[in-house]
């Protein structure tokens, strides 16, 4: 059996039980690898919704050339 997690709600900041809700973007970053990802936490009265903004790390060579350098991941 798991052990439950205890953390503050990304919604409604009250500490409990939460649960986690990742959503992924489809963009090359250095911090998460090849799509870049957030973490939602929630509690069991709160509904998980997509950030209105994230924080990611790019080297400056993907920012000056982001097709070349394959900042945006290529979807078959």
């Known amino acids: 059996m798991g052990a439950l997690e205890r953390?503050?709600?990304s919604i409604c900041k009250q500490i409990g039980n939460i649960?986690?809700?990742?959503?992924?973007?489809?963009?090359?970053?250095?911090?998460?690898?090849?799509t870049h990802n957030h973490r939602v936490n929630v509690c069991k009265n709160c509904t998980p919704v997509m950030p209105k903004e994230t924080k990611i790390t790019l080297k400056v060579e993907k920012l000056l050339d982001p097709i070349n350098e394959g900042l945006f991941k290529k979807i078959p």
Not at 22 to 33: R, V
């Open 7 to 9: 953390d503050y709600c």
């Open 19 to 34: 649960s986690r809700t990742y959503y992924y973007f489809p963009i090359a970053c250095e911090c998460c690898g090849p």
